[in-house]
């Protein structure tokens, strides 16, 4: 089965209710163009599959979204040692001591000897989060749940940015394009700039391997148009100030580049996936090397290691922004860790909770997501060599055995077959095709 994104975004309203809803009430909330009659029939399969609880009948039926139970670990953000951590950081400023980059702290880890993440719950991170056997290709699981991972990741990363989006209005605006009215411009330009840098993320996690490229890339696709362009990708050469701490980070232009490097050979040496993710979103925060959109940046970062490696990714639910942003100061003014481990870790369980609950739900197409990376390329050559007819026929058809197992070809030409049918301009995206090489195509195609 394959994923329905209104389905989908159905489902993640339901989860978002605190009380079952009507039918009525649920259409209302989901706007416009979803259709009754299709609502009906995807609560029918939501509560066939077990995720969505039916409550009274006839005019009084009521639906829930049943809550995927959540691991025992996960029932508090903070222990009580972080807590305690959490308290020296939020006394007044003038209360907390100036501090500047501890370049000590850095230079005492030592990958794969020092952990920020204890053993047991490293232990207890991968066993939640391993979805996909060994000889899978990198990123398969990212794709599999890449609609809700552009949803939940876009929407919880802008959130803790401060941006007043509704998961609801998120859903829309990444699946639709439709923008929340009476929002302001920058916070749509922030979403859609997290959908194309987490999009980059997946289709680039066959070669995803860190370094200082990737990092600036991310930050390109985070922060255009909402810095100047000069410093989009680049590394700042002027000082920057954290709001609400008394850390001050380097400034000098050299020095940034210098421990940017420092940060990404150090990290690029650390085997355990989530030790590496935790490492980088700690010190991208913490050294701040760009203008703005260095938390950002730092969080789509964390998810490289685990989408690499197909497990969970990193999405940050369930996290308070004053917590989150509570344990970022306590690593820039204390260089203390556990309050972001203990986040990081308490977010990470429920997600994988979470996304377990939607993959039974919605359901995914195995074939589809195993040979995207091959089938888009097909599409790429088709397009670019305007093959239409039995032309086409013949070329998808020699091109597929040569890269499709035989038990998975009679699906994959049915992928491709109905990809051709429905492509426009909004599912070009990535193929290396331009809106006229496209409409030429087309206009062959349908003639």
């Not at 556990?338 to 979470?354: G, K, Q």
Request: some cysteine; hydrophobic content about 40%.
């Amino acid at each position: 089965m394959k994923i329905n994104a209104q389905k989908l975004v159905v489902f993640h309203q339901l989860q978002q209710e605190k009380i079952a809803v009507s039918l009525s009430e649920l259409i209302h909330k989901l706007g416009s163009g979803f259709p009754e009659r299709s609502v009906r029939r995807w609560l029918a399969e939501l509560i066939e599959t077990g995720e969505v609880e039916k409550q009274g009948n006839k005019r009084a039926t009521k639906y829930l979204a049943i809550e995927p139970p959540i691991p025992s670990h996960a029932n508090s953000s903070f222990s009580l040692q972080s807590l305690e951590v959490i308290e020296k950081v939020r006394r007044p400023l003038y209360e907390r001591n100036p501090t500047s980059y501890a370049n000590e702290w850095f230079d005492d880890y030592k990958p794969n000897f020092t952990f920020y993440i204890p053993a047991n719950l490293r232990v207890q991170l991968y066993e939640a989060g391993k979805r996909s056997s060994a000889d899978e290709p990198a990123g398969t699981y990212a794709h599999q749940i890449y609609t809700r991972l552009l949803i939940d990741l876009s929407y919880n990363s802008s959130r803790l940015e401060g941006n007043t989006y509704s998961l609801l209005d998120t859903e829309r605006l990444v699946l639709e394009g439709t923008s929340a009215e009476g929002k302001l411009d920058e916070e749509k330009i922030m979403i859609l700039n997290h959908k194309e840098a987490i999009r980059y993320l997946v289709d680039t996690a066959s070669r995803l391997e860190l370094s200082e490229q990737i990092i600036c890339t991310l930050h390109y696709l985070l922060a255009d148009g909402l810095v100047d362009s000069r410093f989009a990708g680049k590394v700042r050469d002027h000082g920057v100030r954290i709001g609400g701490s008394t850390y001050i980070s380097f400034e000098d232009l050299k020095q940034l580049k210098y421990q940017l490097q420092r940060i990404i050979t150090k990290g690029g040496l650390i085997q355990d996936p989530y030790e590496q993710s935790l490492f980088l979103l700690v010190h991208i925060s913490y050294l701040q090397a760009f203008t703005d959109v260095n938390k950002r940046t730092a969080r789509l970062s964390a998810n490289i290691s685990l989408v690499a490696n197909n497990l969970v990714p990193l999405s940050f639910n369930d996290v308070e922004k004053e917590n989150y942003i509570s344990a970022l100061i306590a690593i820039y003014e204390l260089q203390d860790v556990r309050p972001l481990v203990d986040l990081y870790v308490y977010s990470y369980l429920r997600t994988c909770a979470s996304y377990d609950s939607t993959i039974k739900a919605i359901g995914f197409d195995e074939v589809r997501v195993r040979y995207r990376t091959q089938r888009r390329e097909l599409l790429r050559k088709i397009i670019l060599d305007n093959l239409v007819g039995v032309s086409m026929k013949n070329f998808i058809t020699s091109q597929a055995k040569d890269i499709v197992a035989p038990k998975d070809l009679e699906n994959f030409l049915a992928d491709i077959h109905e990809d051709l049918e429905q492509i426009d301009e909004s599912r070009i995206a990535g193929l290396g095709v331009t809106s006229g090489q496209l409409k030429k195509w087309l206009d062959l195609y349908r003639s």
